[in-house]
């Protein structure tokens, strides 16, 4: 009985995990010089409620801010470093993304879109991963050589939190600089992460789960990315994926939660010459914004020729505050408006009112939005926090067999490794729910997918037909992925 209360708890602590998550914002450029400051801004009533707030950190292009369930502030980061609730720098939360660029970008935090994503780890109510990069390559490319995590243990320092681990090297490869985002896996608890190859259409895809970050696993994307400024999001419902990038466009795919998979692109040339951009989707997914320096367009997604669909909401009035208050990265915000802020710092920003609705009828209201310091065209990172299961998908259930899952997680393992013509898997026999078993490559393409026999401890998979290389085995006890195990194949 106190077995089967302790799994409803973890269940009900999951489903809640994340609500107020991304209810404040933070803003602000050189903070410590003249009428320059930091901002805060509050969604917990449901409007865009800003205030001063007293801290030295300046944002520049990277920003991630992270409260808890009720909406109260943790801890916020600019890619320099991290601060706590109080302001002050969390417990080892110095040091972030080492390199010459971050220590150029000290003073007012690192210019890279989307630099910062923090994801909650899944089972772990008090753990946080931040994803994290710098320029790696400054005055050439630009490129990030390294995707970094970072973990903060908000059980650490009295409860102001900690990092227990920096700087994680969890790839390595030249990548676009930021447009870091993520997407919550059909089952509702775990998340896909994507990072962009540069100068090329590569997409990187990790899964986080309850044991640990899976991958990389990767897709060709088609269109090769620059650095130039963009963004790039999912929608809220986690169907669809978008990626402004000003030379290289506008890429829309459809995203399989459960697989990870991107089809069906729709590639759509802007043409309008601008430097900067960004791309939000509406609430209900309809419909997708990209401001472009001078103008913000919106595509409605439902359309037969999405290509077609493009209106014109907004075109930049030529107002100065001191420098051209236009149009940058835009942000989906907890009260359903869409925010923009401006490509040069600035006190202004824009605001879509009813982005659910077609045309003029969405209400874009161009500097409406007055702050009481200036903001150098930083938006927050938040992905959708709050999507849950896909329901009629093989990935949607979690409490499926959810008793083997606790209790035997830890119990399946795979010798020899590496192995030639076959290796064996170990798993209690006890496990009496139908089970499978998947082998993928380094890609993430299956490469052999099979069914295992209940009440067996032992499962010998014959490997001759595979090359010599890394593989990731799955096994999944029905409708869930228990556990993925690395193995190397030699000849």
Same mark, same amino acid.
């Given at each position: 009985?106190?077995?089967?209360?302790?799994?409803?708890?973890?269940?009900?602590?999951?489903?809640?995990?994340?609500?107020?998550?991304?209810?404040?914002?933070?803003?602000?450029?050189?903070?410590?010089?003249?009428?320059?400051?930091?901002?805060?801004?509050?969604?917990?009533?449901?409007?865009?409620?800003?205030?001063?707030?007293?801290?030295?950190?300046?944002?520049?292009?990277?920003?991630?801010?992270?409260?808890?369930?009720?909406?109260?502030?943790?801890?916020?980061?600019?890619?320099?470093?991290?601060?706590?609730?109080?302001?002050?720098?969390?417990?080892?939360?110095?040091?972030?993304?080492?390199?010459?660029?971050?220590?150029?970008?000290?003073?007012?935090?690192?210019?890279?879109?989307?630099?910062?994503?923090?994801?909650?780890?899944?089972?772990?109510?008090?753990?946080?991963?931040?994803?994290?990069?710098?320029?790696?390559?400054?005055?050439?490319?630009?490129?990030?050589?390294?995707?970094?995590?970072?973990?903060?243990?908000?059980?650490?320092?009295?409860?102001?939190?900690?990092? %227990?681990?920096? *700087? @994680?090297?969890?790839?390595?490869? /030249?990548?676009?600089?930021?447009?870091? !985002? +993520?997407?919550?896996? =059909?089952?509702?608890?775990?998340?896909?992460?994507?990072?962009?190859?540069?100068?090329?259409?590569?997409?990187?895809?990790?899964?986080?789960?309850?044991?640990?970050?899976?991958?990389?696993?990767?897709?060709?994307?088609?269109?090769?990315?620059?650095?130039?400024?963009?963004?790039?999001?999912?929608?809220?419902?986690?169907?669809?994926?978008?990626?402004?990038?000003?030379?290289?466009?506008?890429?829309?795919?459809?995203?399989?939660?459960?697989?990870?998979?991107?089809?069906?692109?729709?590639?759509?040339?802007?043409?309008?010459?601008?430097?900067?951009?960004?791309?939000?989707?509406?609430?209900?997914?309809?419909?997708?914004?990209?401001?472009?320096?001078?103008?913000?367009?919106?595509?409605?997604? %439902?359309?037969? *020729? @999405?290509?077609?669909?493009?209106? /014109?909401?907004?075109?930049?009035?030529? !107002? +100065?505050?001191?420098? =051209?208050?236009?149009?940058?990265?835009?942000?989906?915000?907890?009260?359903?408006?869409?925010?923009?802020?401006?490509?040069?710092?600035?006190?202004?920003?824009?605001?879509?009112?009813?982005?659910?609705?077609?045309?003029?009828?969405?209400?874009?209201?161009?500097?409406?939005?007055?702050?009481?310091?200036?903001?150098?065209?930083?938006?927050?990172?938040?992905?959708?926090?709050?999507?849950?299961?896909?329901?009629?998908?093989?990935?949607?259930?979690?409490?499926?067999?959810?008793?083997?899952?606790?209790?035997?997680?830890?119990?399946?393992?795979?010798?020899?490794?590496?192995?030639?013509?076959?290796?064996?898997?170990?798993?209690?026999?006890?496990?009496?729910?139908?089970?499978?078993?998947?082998?993928?490559?380094?890609?993430?393409?299956?490469?052999?997918?099979?069914?295992?026999?209940?009440?067996?401890?032992?499962?010998?998979?014959?490997?001759?037909?595979?090359?010599?290389?890394?593989?990731?085995?799955?096994?999944?006890?029905?409708?869930?992925?228990?556990?993925?195990?690395?193995?190397?194949?030699?000849?």
């Amino acid at each position: 009985m106190k077995l089967k209360i302790l799994l409803t708890l973890l269940i009900i602590v999951n489903s809640l995990n994340g609500q107020g998550i991304n209810n404040k914002w933070m803003f602000g450029y050189d903070c410590c010089a003249g009428n320059y400051s930091t901002m805060t801004v509050d969604f917990s009533a449901g409007n865009f409620d800003v205030s001063v707030t007293p801290t030295q950190m300046s944002f520049s292009e990277t920003n991630s801010v992270t409260c808890d369930s009720s909406g109260n502030l943790l801890f916020y980061s600019n890619g320099v470093y991290i601060a706590n609730a109080l302001h002050d720098t969390m417990l080892n939360g110095a040091g972030l993304n080492p390199g010459s660029f971050t220590t150029s970008h000290a003073h007012y935090g690192l210019t890279v879109p989307q630099g910062n994503l923090v994801i909650p780890i899944p089972g772990e109510p008090t753990k946080y991963y931040l994803f994290h990069e710098t320029a790696d390559d400054p005055g050439a490319t630009y490129a990030a050589y390294y995707l970094y995590y970072s973990i903060i243990d908000m059980t650490l320092n009295g409860g102001l939190g900690g990092i %227990s681990q920096k *700087n @994680v090297v969890l790839l390595y490869d /030249t990548l676009v600089t930021g447009r870091l !985002t +993520a997407n919550k896996h =059909a089952n509702g608890r775990d998340w896909w992460l994507v990072s962009h190859k540069l100068f090329n259409g590569w997409m990187y895809k990790f899964l986080i789960t309850p044991f640990g970050i899976q991958g990389p696993y990767g897709q060709d994307l088609i269109t090769p990315r620059d650095v130039n400024f963009g963004q790039a999001v999912f929608s809220q419902q986690g169907n669809k994926f978008a990626y402004y990038e000003t030379s290289r466009d506008l890429d829309i795919w459809d995203f399989d939660r459960c697989t990870g998979d991107f089809s069906n692109l729709i590639h759509i040339d802007i043409n309008d010459s601008m430097p900067t951009g960004g791309v939000a989707f509406s609430p209900n997914g309809r419909f997708l914004y990209v401001p472009s320096t001078d103008y913000i367009y919106q595509f409605d997604l %439902s359309s037969s *020729n @999405v290509a077609a669909s493009k209106i /014109t909401i907004g075109v930049y009035d030529g !107002t +100065a505050d001191p420098n =051209a208050a236009n149009f940058y990265l835009s942000h989906l915000a907890p009260n359903g408006k869409i925010y923009i802020n401006c490509a040069n710092s600035s006190k202004l920003m824009h605001v879509i009112n009813s982005p659910d609705s077609s045309g003029v009828a969405c209400d874009f209201c161009q500097h409406c939005i007055i702050l009481p310091g200036t903001n150098a065209f930083t938006m927050p990172n938040h992905p959708n926090y709050f999507l849950g299961a896909g329901v009629g998908t093989i990935c949607d259930s979690l409490t499926n067999s959810i008793e083997n899952i606790i209790l035997f997680e830890n119990s399946i393992s795979i010798y020899p490794n590496p192995a030639k013509d076959y290796f064996i898997i170990s798993m209690p026999s006890t496990i009496t729910t139908e089970g499978f078993l998947e082998i993928a490559n380094q890609l993430g393409k299956r490469v052999e997918f099979m069914k295992l026999s209940i009440n067996t401890s032992f499962h010998e998979i014959n490997t001759s037909k595979l090359e010599p290389g890394i593989y990731f085995v799955t096994i999944q006890i029905g409708q869930r992925a228990l556990d993925t195990k690395k193995i190397v194949i030699i000849r």
